[in-house]
């Protein structure tokens, strides 16, 4: 696996220019092609050469096996060997195509893959290479037709069986594939010239969005400050008055006191809720990092020691499987929802929290199951919207933001959440976090 990993690694090294920078680029996704195809071509040309030798030395032509051979070592440089630029690979790749396409035919006629070996390098070159040169290679073709056309009218070919096909029959077969090519060269130019204008649409609607974001995060923290110092102001002044004149006042007083100083609190936490919803899932793909989901699961325990003694609570995470993804974003959306299963737990039923995970072909699924109060199914959708409580503040203390705030980080993590839950008998949470890839 190490092996194959270097391997890709290496190659994505040399066939994806750095210099395209993002993602929102033809040339990128061009050049991303180029490297997939390259991963492919290299062990499969080695697999393919084999055959072929045998069939030369089977046929006594042994300068088809030293053919075979060369264009095996063609790619393999291609691949590995230090060149100007990615798009000298490229052509390099392209015209190893056409050299294939050339033995191929003078040795095997039209009934070998010599047509196909054309066919493809055109095309290989209308998707990886620059649209300046899409016509080159319906003319290549062309050309290539035309001289194959003279070698069979002079019987140049090297077999007397390839000799012998008719000059009209060939013309028949290759002008369907001119007619491709010229085809190809019109309708790709046009294609990528088209997602190239889209794909620079959407970086510019995408660098509009991260600035209005990044704006309201700014006034969110402008305001969050400017109405906390006020709350705090009034809360504190509030407690004053109970202490110096608590005893000048009914019970009544004490209350509405109680009430304001309560309300106070709630809302300087719904503006803190408010604040971290803002900046939720601003997390730098960059810092991603390898960590352990029990050392995190442990992490979470820790933190939420007191709640879970307070109601004799188990937490279990027996798992020990790596995670590729940005740690702290995953502890945030582990710790509310574990502390979420705390919370919403059945009267004197000690909560029962098992973390656990899934495998799936693209993503891990993190499971976190409660035998809690449960939720009905239908708000298994709106309990992920802010603000949307299901019991009163007097039941549960809450601002009805945590839910919101794991949907918007995990989907900034490229992952997706959702609920199954039975009412009485507990709620499970469902999320996935990407498998590292290359």
Not at 216 to 231: G, K, M, N, R
């Amino acid at each position: 696996m190490k092996l194959i990993n270097a391997y890709k690694q290496k190659i994505r090294q040399n066939c994806i220019d750095s210099r395209t920078g993002k993602t929102d680029r033809v040339e990128y996704w061009q050049d991303t092609l180029f490297c997939g195809t390259m991963e492919i071509m290299i062990p499969l040309s080695l697999i393919a050469v084999i055959p072929g030798v045998i069939f030369s030395f089977t046929s006594k032509v042994p300068l088809l096996a030293i053919l075979d051979l060369l264009a095996f070592l063609w790619l393999w440089l291609v691949g590995f060997a230090r060149l100007p630029s990615v798009n000298t690979r490229k052509f390099l790749f392209v015209f190893c195509l056409y050299y294939v396409a050339s033995y191929m035919l003078l040795y095997l006629g039209i009934n070998g893959p010599g047509l196909l070996f054309l066919f493809a390098a055109a095309i290989f070159a209308l998707l990886i290479l620059p649209v300046s040169y899409a016509w080159w290679w319906s003319c290549i073709n062309l050309s290539a037709c035309l001289i194959f056309a003279l070698v069979l009218h002079w019987d140049l070919a090297p077999f007397a069986v390839v000799n012998e096909i008719p000059v009209s029959e060939w013309m028949v077969v290759s002008s369907n594939l001119v007619f491709l090519s010229f085809t190809f060269s019109f309708l790709l130019p046009k294609l990528m010239n088209g997602l190239s204008g889209s794909m620079e649409k959407q970086r510019l609607m995408q660098m509009d969005l991260y600035d209005k974001n990044s704006n309201l995060e700014q006034y969110a923290s402008i305001i969050s400050h400017d109405l906390q110092t006020p709350l705090r102001t009034i809360s504190g002044f509030l407690n004053l008055l109970e202490k110096k004149y608590g005893n000048s006042l009914d019970d009544k007083g004490k209350e509405y006191i109680h009430f304001a100083v309560d309300g106070s609190a709630h809302l300087q936490h719904i503006i803190t809720g408010l604040l971290d919803f803002s900046r939720a899932g601003k997390y730098d793909a960059g810092k991603f990092e390898e960590f352990s989901l029990r050392e995190v699961a442990g992490q979470v325990i820790q933190l939420l020691k007191g709640q879970l003694e307070e109601k004799a609570g188990e937490v279990r995470c027996e798992s020990e499987l790596m995670l590729f993804s940005n740690r702290s974003a995953f502890m945030q959306v582990l710790h509310n929802l574990v502390g979420n299963a705390i919370k919403y737990s059945r009267k004197d039923v000690p909560p029962r929290i098992s973390i656990s995970v899934q495998d799936g072909i693209a993503d891990w699924t993190i499971k976190v199951e409660d035998n809690g109060i449960g939720i009905e199914e239908e708000y298994f959708e709106k309990i992920f919207i802010i603000f949307q409580r299901l019991h009163s503040r007097m039941e549960y203390e809450g601002t009805g933001i945590g839910l919101a705030i794991v949907k918007r980080i995990i989907e900034k993590l490229n992952g997706r959440i959702r609920v199954e839950s039975t009412p009485g008998a507990g709620s499970s949470f469902y999320f996935t976090i990407p498998k590292q890839n290359d």
